[in-house]
């Protein structure tokens, strides 16, 4: 382990901040329209992403909602509590239990979980198929693999063992041998796929060939 930590801070790269969108800035994220009322009456609100907590006028409120995506809507702040997985249109939330009980929610990226990416690549041996930053391509090992600024879907991942795992593997790999979490991001995805709010980020990770 000691080698392997030598090896990878020997190769470290300097590391610029990704541009990732805003809490509340549209881009390429899902997005949810809900609803005061049922069947998309009444005062409404459009969350692009995430959101930890609700506007204050807006929590508990909602009775219906229009969502584009795949979505996690929880009764309880920061995705606590009791939630449930929605998607499309939902004209009333007491059909889901859910009526005036909504505080927090938090999109899907791609279709969850960090599957491999649409090319069907992820690393592949001889460097191919890296769906990350260019200046930061993999460095191949003898029993492992170096990714100095693991993403998905193009977006930072939230710190912690199980999103390295899920990283590693999603890439054909191994579980992780290492993984840095020193550095922080205003947005992130965490280990499920889902879009979540300032948190620390990966980086620097080793992943085991097998």
Not at 25 to 53: C, E, H, K, M
Not at 68 to 82: F, H, L, N, T, V
Not at 121 to 135: A, F, T, Y
Not at 142 to 156: I, L
Request: charged share 15%; aromatic share 10%.
């Amino acid at each position: 382990m000691k080698t392997m930590l030598a090896a990878a801070a020997a190769i470290l790269a300097v590391t610029a901040g990704a541009a990732v969108a805003q809490n509340y800035g549209g881009g390429r994220q899902p997005s949810a329209v809900l609803y005061d009322q049922p069947n998309f009456q009444g005062r409404q609100t459009t969350i692009y992403g995430f959101a930890t907590n609700l506007p204050r006028d807006f929590n508990d409120k909602a009775m219906s909602g229009r969502f584009q995506g795949r979505w996690r809507i929880c009764e309880d702040s920061d995705y606590r509590g009791r939630c449930q997985d929605v998607n499309g249109d939902v004209p009333n939330m007491n059909t889901l239990g859910m009526g005036e009980r909504i505080t927090s929610l938090q999109a899907y990226a791609g279709g969850g979980g960090f599957g491999p990416p649409p090319s069907g690549g992820g690393w592949r041996p001889g460097g191919g198929g890296w769906s990350g930053p260019n200046q930061y391509r993999p460095t191949e090992g003898v029993r492992s693999v170096f990714f100095p600024y693991p993403t998905y879907d193009g977006y930072d991942i939230a710190a912690g063992s199980d999103s390295a795992n899920a990283f590693c593997r999603s890439q054909g790999l191994g579980s992780a041998a290492y993984h840095d979490s020193s550095q922080r991001a205003q947005q992130a995805v965490d280990g499920a796929g889902r879009y979540t709010g300032p948190t620390n980020v990966l980086r620097d990770v080793v992943c085991r060939r097998y």
